[in-house]
């Protein structure tokens, strides 16, 4: 099992920054794969950007404007978000797959002002 804590969220004017962070109960090393997913309202759970061993994913909306990264000594997944947009406005989720299953924070709210 493993718990997750997302922090970071709050509101951003079109072309701001933010960085979001996910702070992991057990060693990041010890979780197959560990991401960022986002819901906006009205729609799907969809993939921001993921880790999975050395291998570093991103979707196509957010490359070239996200970063994702993991530090070990302090068992975060943190989310660097550049030149925000307003359709990047939704409830970002951690996520970890530990033996085939998947845990979720609680999620925080981001949203990117016109």
């Known amino acids: 099992q493993v718990q997750l804590v997302e922090s970071g969220g709050g509101l951003v004017q079109a072309g701001g920054s933010l960085r979001l962070s996910c702070v992991a109960s057990r060693s990041i090393f010890s979780i197959n794969a560990v991401g960022w997913y986002r819901q906006a309202p009205g729609k799907q759970r969809e993939l921001v950007a993921t880790?999975?061993?050395?291998?570093?994913n991103y979707a196509d909306s957010v490359k070239g404007r996200f970063t994702i990264s993991r530090d070990s000594a302090k068992n975060t997944v943190d989310l660097q978000m550049n030149s925000l947009k307003p359709e990047d406005t939704a409830v970002y989720y951690c996520?970890?797959?530990?033996?085939?299953?998947?845990?979720w924070g609680q999620g925080t709210q981001v949203t990117v002002s016109s």
């Open positions: 996520n970890a797959l530990v033996a085939w299953t998947n845990y």
């Open positions: 880790i999975i061993g050395f291998n570093i």
